[in-house]
T-cell receptor, first 112, second 114 residues
Framework: RKEVEQDPGPFNVPEGATVAFNCTYSNSASQSFFWYRQDCRKEPKLLMSVYSSGNEDGRFTAQLNRASQYISLLIRDSKLSDSATYLC?????????????FGTGTQLKVEL | EPEVTQTPSHQVTQMGQEVILRCVPISNHLYFYWYRQILGQKVEFLVSFYNNEISEKSEIFDDQFSVERPDGSNFTLKIRSTKLEDSAMYFCAVTQGNGGQPQHFGDGTRLSIL
């Protein structure tokens, strides 16, 4: 099983649509969770952290289910500028240090 | 102001040569990380570094690789005897603490091995 698994997409959606991304992770010892956004050939940029209680930042809502090792991201009222690859990222502290494990990313294309 | 800057933005090197990639964080970052992303693949962890020591490293980070913070500001990744398969984007990341907070990435160095 992959450490962090995501549907690669692409998701092609019209402007204004709601789109949901899912992610599962295999290491139950992972401590913190994030969604990053990556534009073509650019660095990953933090979109939001993900908490068990669920958290929202404007049009973006993230959810974590530790029991089922599942993370989600919901984007409402999608904009053309939301077109990017969305990376599900899991942080694990191994005693030596932190390391991030990335999914392969889900590509989103928002169209007129 | 970006949390971290990387130089060079693009490095082209002949196979077998050594390269040094540089990362300059803003002053209050204490924990440093290198990741790489081969074209079309996922971002992969290489190494974490704190207090002038490696904290954690992956299987990728073998004897070909080394890291150091030679002058208290720059954080470098050295790759010796480069191979074609070392061609990738290399990202430096930083955090202020060790509590699992998000890591902030530099804009990367594209390494091309010919």
């Amino acid at each position: 099983r992959k450490e962090v698994e995501q549907d690669p997409g692409p998701f092609n959606v019209p402007e204004g649509a709601t789109v949901a991304f899912n992610c599962t992770y295999s290491n139950s010892a992972s401590q913190s969770f994030f969604w990053y956004r990556q534009d073509c050939r650019k660095e990953p940029k933090l979109l939001m952290s993900v908490y068990s209680s669920g958290n929202e930042d404007g049009r973006f809502t993230a959810q974590l289910n530790r029991a089922s090792q599942y993370i989600s991201l919901l984007i409402r009222d999608s904009k053309l500028s939301d077109s990017a690859t969305y990376l599900c990222v899991v942080n694990t502290f191994t005693g030596g240090g932190n390391k991030l494990t990335f999914g392969t990313g889900t590509q989103l294309k928002v169209e007129l | 102001e970006p949390e971290v800057t990387q130089t060079p933005s693009h490095q082209v090197t002949q196979m077998g040569q050594e390269v040094i990639l540089r990362c300059v964080p803003i002053s209050n970052h204490l924990y440093f990380y290198w990741y790489r992303q081969i074209l079309g693949q996922k971002v992969e962890f290489l190494v974490s570094f704190y207090n002038n020591e490696i904290s954690e490293k992956s299987e990728i980070f073998d004897d070909q690789f080394s890291v150091e913070r030679p002058d208290g500001s720059n954080f470098t990744l050295k790759i010796r005897s480069t191979k074609l398969e070392d061609s990738a984007m290399y990202f430096c990341a930083v955090t202020q603490g060790n509590g699992g907070q998000p890591q902030h990435f530099g804009d990367g160095t594209r390494l091309s091995i010919l």
